[in-house]
């Protein structure tokens, strides 16, 4: 072959679609205990996820805890900066001497065309807390990582609102099913939630958004219980005596029912939504249109995948070996209660179902383009 028409083709292949890298996008799960670090690619037909560096929480130095205030604030933007170039290369050796993450060059090895920071509930009820501050670490957090990224790649920063936090979960579970006839009940460490497809629901109620879903509107039904995460629900609906660690060691007269009947979940036949802002009134309650969902199957993420089924005997009943044995025996009594209050069957399957999945395939759908305005029922006064 002549050089000419030889280099011509050269040129041709290396400029063609099939060689250019593959579109990528990183994602900053901002959530009440952590940040964790995520990548997503397109992979064969689906989404899939990579996971990087874990940090200390987005909020702490806004809300004041784990040793954080405000003067933290640029330190805790440079983390997440810092973060982005660590992902680049295996992190440190953890477990077993194998890296806490393997590390993916985001700069060679694909078109990185968006990095989002994205805060749960941790981050609502620092918001609620102190607005002003919370404002002040949202743009020092945009700034650093626009920094780090460069000007053409789009920067976002934000507090989810809980619709969003429990549509994504159940997005990410609709990657796996391909189907819409299911539900999903996510617990996190400060908020719970409730998601499904709802037809038969009220237009009316302002739960109820139009959600692109496989090409089609789907009318979606997602609300979110700021305060009753697993960490959180003990200092909002009290932690009596028979719910206490090790409160039915040595007395044959204890039921799990005993501590459930004492826990403040429900007024009438509303769950109670302890933190959020209904009418300008924090504190009110919510029912769950359950019964209108019209679906086959339930399931169960999030502190549920935490939920072993001996708990009852070693955390209350005796006084074993227990995750956060303060709140143990709580927690065995609380989770399949709010099921029950929630209407959800207690057969439900437990499932992984991370949500930062669900923003992702969101963001490739445009999958609010019909939503309309998602209140923020952890303020006041509006969104920040």
């Known amino acids: 072959m002549p050089l000419r028409p030889l280099l011509f083709l050269l040129l041709s292949l290396t400029a063609s679609p099939l060689l250019a890298k593959p579109a990528c996008q990183l994602m900053f799960d901002a959530g009440s205990s952590g940040t964790r670090l995520f990548l997503f690619q397109q992979k064969g037909g689906q989404l899939v996820s990579q996971r990087g560096p874990k940090i200390a929480a987005l909020a702490d130095p806004v809300r004041g805890i784990r040793g954080k205030t405000a003067e933290d604030i640029p330190a805790t933007a440079m983390a997440l900066a810092k973060a982005l170039e660590d992902f680049r290369h295996d ?44 404002q002040t670490l949202w743009l020092a957090v945009r700034q650093q990582l626009q920094l780090v990224v460069g000007p053409k790649v789009q920067v976002e920063a934000r507090t989810l609102s809980g619709f969003e936090e429990g549509l994504y979960a159940w997005l990410a579970r609709y990657q796996k099913r391909q189907r819409r006839d299911f539900g999903i009940v996510e617990m996190g460490g400060a908020s719970s939630q409730v998601a499904f497809p709802c037809p038969a629901c009220s237009l009316d109620d302002d739960a109820l958004h139009q959600v692109v879903i496989g090409g089609k509107a789907v009318p979606f039904y997602s609300y979110s219980f700021l305060g009753l995460g697993q960490d959180l629900a ?130 490739q759908e445009n999958c609010l383009a019909k939503a309309g305005v998602l209140a923020c029922r952890w303020s006041k006064n509006g969104c920040l």
């Open 91 to 134: 992190g440190p050796a953890g477990e077993g001497g194998k890296p806490r993450w393997r590390g993916f060059d985001w700069r060679e090895r694909c078109r990185l065309q968006a990095v989002s920071v994205l805060a749960t509930a941790g981050m609502r009820l620092a918001e609620q807390e102190a607005p002003g501050l919370s």
């Open 234 to 363: 003990p200092g909002y609906l009290g932690l009596p005596d028979p719910c206490r660690f090790g409160a039915g060691k040595g007395n044959p007269r204890w039921r799990l029912s005993q501590c459930q009947a004492q826990l403040l979940l429900t007024q009438g036949p509303a769950i109670r939504d302890p933190a959020n802002y209904q009418g300008g009134i924090k504190g009110t309650e919510r029912q769950v249109p359950v019964a209108k969902a019209g679906v086959d199957k339930w399931y169960l993420t999030g502190a549920f995948k935490y939920l072993e089924a001996d708990q009852v005997a070693r955390c209350c009943q005796g006084s074993g070996q227990c995750y956060q044995p303060e709140t143990a025996c709580f927690r065995a009594a609380y989770l399949p209660l709010l099921l029950e209050k929630l209407g959800v069957p207690a057969t439900a399957k437990v499932k992984d179902s991370s949500w930062t999945l669900g923003a992702a395939l969101c963001r």
